[in-house]
């Protein structure tokens, strides 16, 4: 005989939980963390690269990188001096807040001031996991096209900011910035937008400084140690 | 492509309710147009994953949304439209990340011919 059985259960309350206990031990650490999500390619790896020489003689900064295969994005950051621990998903194609919480317990990682957290590279999956980071950055390289944000709004709906990157390549293209932008604040009014490039330096002050002002507001606030 | 995790994580709990002696026979999902979620590939997943050969339904729960220029409230079916009544580029949504596993269906068949057998 057949029978129905309510349940009405979130089906990724396990992920909320995790992130949200890695966020309840960021805030007991004093750690600021930054998720860095986006299309492989468009320079996450590359704008850490850019940044973290600027931010560490100020502030310890950690890395945790996540990649379906590889180590090479760990080995750049470590190259930079930074601890830095790298998460091999194997097929994956997110980072989930179970993988971050153990990758938490390396060295050095929770001793810093500001940690980020790279995604997998892909606008798709990586929307869907909390990880318990304070803040949601998406980069994207500006020769993706204007229309990504239309056509994969849940990654930019959760953003905090976008980094709209490689802009020097914009004039090799038929893209859009102003569209682009316009686009990515259709599906998320009001984002932030920093348009960088890793080869001229441009934007990079202004994204350091929306990070240094978003940890200056998370400090101000009760729940940070 | 995040379905196969979502489906995986899913069965775990769908099989966790059904009861000693039954069997999964049908699951049904709730989910929100925000959450970038496909119903076919959940379907695809569910059917590869699933070997008791159960069937999985999914419901799209209806987007509410809200204009923030005309202050117009709507049902839609689709994020990404502008305002119907006044043009504004963006809505406003108030729910779609919907993602619950609602109920299931069991077949306790086995149990009834169980006590039928007693009863002779």
């Known amino acids: ?65 996540g990649d379906v295969a590889t ?6 950051i470590a190259a930079l001096g930074v601890p830095v621990a790298q998460i091999v998903t194997n097929g994956t194609c997110h980072l989930n807040a179970g993988m971050v919480a153990r990758a938490l317990d390396r060295a050095g990682v929770l001793d810093a001031d500001l940690l980020f957290l790279e995604n997998v590279g ?21 020769t993706e096209g204007e229309d990504k944000p239309l056509k994969y709004p849940a990654m930019f709906r959760k953003a905090d900011a976008m980094v709209l990157n490689k802009v020097d390549l914009a004039a090799f293209t038929p893209v859009d910035l102003d569209a682009f932008e316009t686009y990515a604040r259709q599906v998320r009014p009001g984002l932030p937008v920093f348009r960088t490039s ?7 002050e202004e994204w350091i400084a929306w990070l240094t002002d978003r940890r200056q507001s998370w400090r101000a606030t009760p729940s940070a140690r | 492509m995040h379905e196969a995790s979502i489906v995986e994580r899913l069965l775990g709990m769908a099989t966790a309710h059904v009861p000693e002696g039954a069997v999964l026979r049908r699951v049904h999902v709730r989910i929100g147009a925000l959450t970038g979620l496909s119903p076919d590939s959940m379907r695809f997943y569910f059917d590869a994953m699933c070997p008791a050969g159960a069937a999985l339904d999914v419901t799209v729960e209806p987007l509410r949304a809200a204009c923030p220029s005309c202050a117009r409230r709507m049902n839609v079916t689709e994020a990404g439209g502008s305002c119907p009544a006044c043009s504004a580029p963006a809505l406003h949504y108030e729910n779609g990340l919907e993602l619950d596993l609602v109920a299931i269906e069991v077949d306790d068949a086995l149990d009834d011919r169980d006590r039928g057998e007693d009863s002779r």
Do not use: Q
Not at chain 1, 198 to 204: A, L, M, N, Q
């Open chain 1, 198 to 204: 890793c080869t001229t330096d441009e934007g990079i």
């Open chain 1, 71 to 76: 180590a090479r994005d760990g080995e750049r």
């Open chain 1, 1 to 65: 005989m057949l029978s129905t059985i309510a349940i009405e259960e979130k089906i990724l309350g396990k992920n909320d939980e995790l992130a949200a206990l890695n966020r309840t031990r960021f805030d007991a650490a004093g750690v600021f963390v930054v998720t860095l999500s986006g299309s492989p390619g468009g320079g996450k790896t590359s704008l850490l690269e850019r940044i973290v020489p600027r931010l560490a003689p100020g502030w310890r900064v950690a890395v945790i990188e």
């Open chain 1, 122 to 142: 892909n606008l798709v999956c990586p929307a869907a996991f909390g990880l318990g980071e304070h803040e949601r950055v998406v980069v994207m390289g500006a």
